[in-house]
């Protein structure tokens, strides 16, 4: 979803040995000093609620789970919180991280141009990209170049996908290597595309992402979900494709639904 007009220390993230013990807690290795991005954010973070237990659809194989939370629909402040399966249990990976999402808050009806954040759950699209090089992901990662772009075009027949051309697909799509420093880095959601639907659905949402937060202080999106700099190079690096990771977006009282 176009952002450019827009603009307005997770610690010891773990996987435990039980789960993996081949990969590092989340920040293992990382910068010691405060995240960028955080001064205008709220101070007061919800605390931990175990909000992972309250999912009721997350597939047996998904051992790894996201959810970014708020206290209602129309709030551009949210959290995030990241959990490891333990046998049939949850444990937080790390302490809440905040957050921003869309201009116009959360929604159960997204539609393409409307600043809003989809509810739902969701996986972690197969491919990261980034403006930067690869920050040392598990999943497969794309350096962009001149000419990536995500198709924002409903009248395409590569609406909501990643494609490299030498010109524009139209609508509002986006010039991906142009987006500093929104994409340094990012992971795609995958809303309005598989697995969670067969096909993009025309005008139903495009380009939901999670990444960079597009100003120093922390800003709304046009309807992803950001994080500053370390938090989100963390959280990346801590995703494995082989724990099938799942992402929960909505607010609080409305988790237990998913």
Same mark, same amino acid.
């Given at each position: 979803?176009?952002?450019?007009?827009?603009?307005?220390?997770?610690? #010891? %993230? /773990?996987?435990?040995?039980?789960?993996? +013990?081949?990969?590092?807690? =989340?920040? !293992?290795?990382?910068?010691?000093? *405060? $995240?960028? #991005? %955080? /001064?205008?954010?709220?101070?007061?973070? +919800?605390?931990?609620?175990? =909000?992972? !237990?309250?999912?009721?659809?997350? *597939? $047996?194989?998904?051992?790894?789970?996201?959810?970014?939370?708020?206290?209602?629909?129309?709030?551009?402040? !949210?959290?995030?919180?990241?959990?490891?399966?333990?046998?049939?249990?949850?444990?937080?990976?790390?302490?809440?991280?905040?957050?921003?999402?869309?201009?116009?808050?959360?929604?159960?009806?997204?539609?393409?141009?409307?600043?809003?954040?989809?509810?739902?759950?969701?996986?972690?699209?197969?491919?990261?990209?980034?403006?930067?090089?690869?920050?040392?992901?598990?999943?497969?990662?794309?350096?962009?170049?001149?000419?990536?772009?995500?198709?924002?075009?409903?009248?395409?027949?590569?609406?909501?996908?990643?494609?490299?051309?030498?010109?524009?697909?139209?609508?509002?799509?986006?010039?991906?290597?142009?987006?500093?420093?929104?994409?340094?880095?990012?992971?795609?959601?995958?809303?309005?595309?598989?697995?969670?639907?067969?096909?993009?659905?025309?005008?139903?949402?495009?380009?939901?992402?999670?990444?960079?937060?597009?100003?120093?202080?922390?800003?709304?999106?046009?309807?992803?979900?950001?994080?500053?700099?370390?938090?989100?190079?963390?959280?990346?690096?801590?995703?494995?494709?082989?724990?099938?990771?799942?992402?929960?977006?909505?607010?609080?009282?409305?988790?237990?639904?998913?």
């Amino acid at each position: 979803m176009k952002r450019r007009n827009l603009l307005l220390g997770a610690a #010891g %993230l /773990a996987l435990p040995a039980a789960v993996a +013990p081949t990969i590092p807690a =989340l920040g !293992a290795g990382g910068p010691s000093t *405060p $995240a960028v #991005g %955080l /001064a205008s954010l709220p101070t007061s973070i +919800p605390p931990n609620h175990r =909000l992972a !237990a309250r999912l009721a659809i997350l *597939p $047996a194989d998904t051992r790894q789970a996201i959810i970014v939370s708020a206290t209602n629909y129309t709030t551009t402040y !949210a959290t995030l919180e990241t959990y490891v399966r333990v046998n049939r249990g949850w444990q937080p990976a790390a302490a809440p991280m905040p957050a921003r999402i869309g201009s116009q808050g959360f929604s159960d009806n997204h539609v393409e141009g409307v600043p809003t954040t989809p509810t739902g759950v969701y996986s972690i699209g197969p491919t990261m990209y980034g403006i930067a090089a690869n920050p040392g992901v598990r999943y497969p990662y794309h350096r962009l170049v001149s000419g990536d772009w995500w198709n924002e075009n409903p009248s395409s027949p590569l609406y909501n996908t990643f494609q490299h051309s030498s010109t524009n697909p139209g609508g509002a799509s986006e010039a991906l290597w142009q987006e500093v420093p929104a994409y340094t880095h990012f992971a795609v959601i995958t809303y309005n595309m598989p697995p969670n639907v067969p096909t993009p659905i025309p005008n139903a949402g495009s380009g939901i992402f999670l990444h960079e937060f597009s100003t120093s202080g922390g800003n709304a999106t046009a309807g992803c979900v950001a994080l500053a700099h370390d938090h989100l190079v963390n959280v990346l690096a801590w995703l494995d494709p082989a724990l099938s990771p799942r992402i929960m977006l909505g607010p609080y009282g409305q988790i237990g639904r998913y």
